[in-house]
């Protein structure tokens, strides 16, 4: 397996009036061939920052500070936007964003909507466009018919195969899937889950999958990066985090506690107190410090690094060199 | 029976889709009705939360809407505490909401941003013209505050909804019901916008609530996995009509009707291994609509195990089979078997 994307201490930070939101706060992180990295954590970490950054549109008033996206070994921080356009989004780089199924225009045809997309990016003339368009249909299990269809004709599970098709067309080597199947009933869920799982091997794809679900991550991530307030505090592989042994991070491991599941019987949920810090002024020491349970004085003073517990598996918490 | 709360018999709600003037004209273009609710009958027990399960357009938030008389039911009764409210005049409905009350979806949408927390939870008082002196109304609103955990009261009361978190808000949004002593509560998906991490808390807070007052709930929602810690009994939706009923570990660890075990093998599990594989869904396609239900059992489109008699034959009533436990499904028995012949195999 060779490296497709590499992110090397990225810093994206939300400029504001009231100073700057450190939303990406010196990331890196490597993505292989063929490999599905998971991104968790709870709302405001900055899974979403971190996606709209790699495809080189981080949402104003957002600014890379430093760091670099490598794809295939070009660092696309620099490059003009027109360049971007021509040869990184959407070409190698595409997103299915979150609750884009819910932002198809309703006054236009599936097929029209679709048309926009590949007029776009590319120059194909509109037969090919077309035959294009019904081939990648078939891709996500849908009938050719749909294009003529408005979006609110469709079922949820229909909407979100078109915005995948739509993030297909243009033979992007990665794919971020932001949160793809949160508005989703459990059965639609495990079928798009299934497609992407389809979609993967047929077209050789790597996927960043972004979700606050643990559960769901287990399903189809090969390596999860947890993140936390701006910063991974854990990286592993699936058997890691979830096999016997169990997460190295405090966090990670309160976060697994929090998922319900539906067969291992428990008295109580678990849950972690407290709110994500501001992420303006982020607390001294370690972010978590404040809402962890085994946090000891280091923790409120320094800033762990993230270092290797176990081959291939990274952890940032002062426990692992307590002894 | 003097240990139910509310019951439900034999509930409908039709739908009439819209018609242009020249379509009601012409009697071909005659638009079906669509039948979110077609026939349904439960109880809920006084001190129990009750679980209503089911996908999008199966009419589970219907029926709470009908619970709390927002809609007006096509047929059928809603008996509570023994009293007939299908139909009430607006004196009577307005003493009836003050003992049913809701709690929505959308913490972030069912506040005034321009109340404080204090107006907020001040205001049913009002609507509801309870007579109190400046004191005693705040002296509620502390007390309600502190049922629901919002430490201290003073500062919440204080606060603007958008200084709150989700959770903070569905907090909020409890007291406000509790303000006015409801006797039950329907909570429509109440933790589904709501943080993982923090989703548990939200839901020992309300059982916590629950239970120290003696409510019954409604808990509306389409994630089995909280409701097995949270709901006594559960009954299965599926497209207006209640498919199996009973109680929660049984629906969960031995769920007889085919729409449960496939609702049940979609649930994802936080265990490693299962990256490789495509999980086999023992069901077809998507939901059809309401307005075109199926003929026969109205899940044989979907079902793996549909026989003809299934296409063909009336649709199957609750049956009961065990303590509480009912299921309309006419192949359950073998349906049963088989599974186990696949587990063991």
Request: glycine letters at 0%; aromatic letters at 0%; zero cysteines.
């Given at each position: 397996m060779n490296s497709l994307l590499k992110v090397e201490n990225l810093q994206m930070h939300y400029v504001t009036s009231k100073g700057a939101v450190r939303a990406i706060d010196d990331i890196s992180f490597e993505l292989m061939r063929g490999e599905t990295i998971g991104l968790v954590g709870e709302s405001g970490c900055g899974k979403t920052s971190l996606g709209t950054s790699i495809l080189r549109m981080p949402t104003p008033p957002g600014r890379y500070i430093s760091g670099k996206i490598l794809v295939d070994g070009v660092d696309v921080i620099p490059l003009p936007e027109r360049e971007v356009r021509r040869n990184i989004r959407w070409q190698k780089i595409s997103m299915v964003f979150q609750g884009a199924m819910n932002c198809l225009t309703p006054v236009y045809t599936i097929g029209r909507q679709m048309m926009e997309t590949i007029n776009e990016h590319s120059d194909l003339p509109r037969p090919d466009a077309e035959n294009l368009i019904k081939e990648y249909l078939g891709y996500v299990g849908l009938a050719p018919e749909i294009v003529q269809r408005y979006p609110h004709e469709l079922s949820g599970g229909m909407k979100q195969r078109v915005v995948i098709a739509m993030a297909l067309f243009l033979r992007p080597e990665i794919v971020i899937l932001d949160?793809?199947?949160?508005?989703?009933d459990v059965i639609v869920q495990a079928q798009i889950i299934n497609l992407l799982k389809k979609l993967k091997q047929q077209f050789g794809l790597s996927f960043i999958f972004i979700t606050h679900d643990l559960a769901l991550e287990a399903e189809i991530s090969d390596r999860l990066c947890v993140m936390y307030a701006g910063k991974i505090v854990e990286i592993g592989s699936n058997a890691q985090i979830y096999g016997a042994q169990g997460p190295g991070h405090p966090y990670t491991e309160r976060l697994l506690g929090a998922t319900p599941r539906l067969f291992k019987k428990v008295e109580q949920l678990q849950f972690i107190p407290g709110t994500p810090p501001d992420l303006i002024a982020p607390p001294k020491g370690c972010r978590f410090s404040p809402r962890c349970n085994k946090a000891f004085d280091r923790c409120f003073q320094e800033e762990p690094p993230l270092v290797?517990?176990?081959?291939g598996h990274m952890s940032a918490c002062w426990l692992h060199q307590r002894g | 029976m003097t240990d139910t709360i509310l019951s439900v018999k034999n509930l409908k709600k039709y739908f009439e889709p819209h018609q242009s003037f020249t379509q009601s004209i012409a009697r071909s273009g005659q638009k079906k009705p669509i039948k979110a609710i077609d026939g349904i009958s439960f109880d809920i027990r006084r001190g129990e939360i009750f679980g209503l399960i089911g996908e999008s357009g199966s009419g589970k938030t219907t029926t709470g809407k009908l619970v709390m008389k927002l809609l007006e039911p096509t047929s059928g009764q809603i008996f509570f505490n023994g009293e007939d409210v299908t139909h009430l005049s607006k004196e009577k409905l307005k003493e009836y909401r003050r003992k049913v009350q809701m709690i929505f979806q959308d913490p972030y949408a069912s506040m005034n941003p321009r109340f404080k927390i204090k107006d907020v939870l001040e205001e049913p008082l009002i609507i509801h013209k309870v007579r109190a002196t400046i004191e005693e109304r705040t002296k509620m609103i502390v007390k309600a505050l502190e049922e629901v955990k919002l430490i201290p009261p003073d500062e919440f009361m204080g606060r603007w909804p958008h200084m709150l978190s989700g959770g903070q808000r569905q907090r909020v949004a409890t007291a406000r019901t509790l303000i006015l002593n409801p006797k039950m509560l329907v909570a429509d998906e109440p933790v589904s916008m709501i943080d993982l991490s923090t989703r548990a808390e939200i839901l020992h807070m309300m059982k916590d609530v629950q239970k120290e007052l003696g409510l019954s709930y409604l808990y509306i929602t389409h994630d089995l996995s909280t409701a097995r810690y949270f709901t006594d009994r559960i009954a299965v939706m599926y497209l207006g009509r209640i498919v199996e009923i009973g109680r929660a570990e049984d629906i969960i660890d031995n769920p007889l009707h085919p729409y449960t075990q496939a609702l049940i093998e979609a649930v994802p599990e936080p265990v490693t291994g299962k990256v490789e594989i495509i999980k086999e869904l023992p069901i077809y396609g998507e939901i059809p609509s309401p307005a075109n239900i199926p003929q026969g059992c109205r899940f044989h489109t979907r079902c793996p195990y549909a026989t003809d008699a299934c296409k063909n034959e009336p649709e199957p009533e609750l049956t009961l089979d065990g303590e509480e436990h009912y299921h309309a499904c006419r192949r359950a028995y073998e349906i049963q078997a088989e599974r186990k012949r696949k587990q063991a195999g």
């Open positions: 949160e793809p199947t949160t508005a989703l290797e517990i176990e081959p | -």
